[in-house]
């Protein structure tokens, strides 16, 4: 039996274009699949829900932030913020916290007690937070220091124990605390970081 070149150059065509077909197809199904879990991601998020985590200037930071807030005004591993704790706590409570899909953003303020120590497992605390709250967007405000345990700390060791954070994908809100007597109290800074959120949330 002879096999002629016009019927090898049709077969070699239609399996061309039958590939073609099938490859399109692909394309056009997963281009759904990923439209279909954005809209469902987008779903569920609540834009109210934009929390606060952290230490003692936790509660300052709310006070000036009118789209973000602490989860409770009473401090403790349930509401993921208390005076004195370190990142090791912080990443401790947010493990024990309910897996929750609709929270919006959560503002990371930690580090200031723990004197900026670029040792601290930043990556497993931003790696919690990511799994509890899948779809929210991650920010960190930078602590203070001149003050108490941190009162030799100096603006660079401050950035480079935020980079770290930077490298993980969490936003860095500007300015910083800084280098303040106290932080326990409602100084003009926490509003300048509190509108720098407001912002970004907007």
Known sequence: MRIYNNDLNKNNKILIIGGAVVFASILIATALIIRKKRIK????????????????????????????????????????????????????????????????????????????NKNEDINGLVNSIKSKFPNAMLFAVKGSWGWGGNKDKTEQQV????DKFKSLGVKIIEPAIGNVNDPHGNLPIYKQIGEEIDKQLS
């Open 41 to 116: 991601n987008s779903r569920k998020t609540d834009k109210s829900k934009n929390y606060i985590i952290g230490d003692s200037q936790t509660p300052f930071i709310d006070k000036n932030s009118v789209r973000a807030s602490t989860i409770s005004e009473e401090s403790g591993k349930e509401s993921l913020w208390q005076g004195g704790k370190n990142l090791s706590w912080l990443k401790s409570a947010v493990e024990e916290y309910p897996k929750s899909e609709d929270v919006n953003a959560i503002i990371i303020n930690i580090g200031t007690n723990g004197g900026f």
């Open 159 to 162: 950035i480079e124990y935020y």
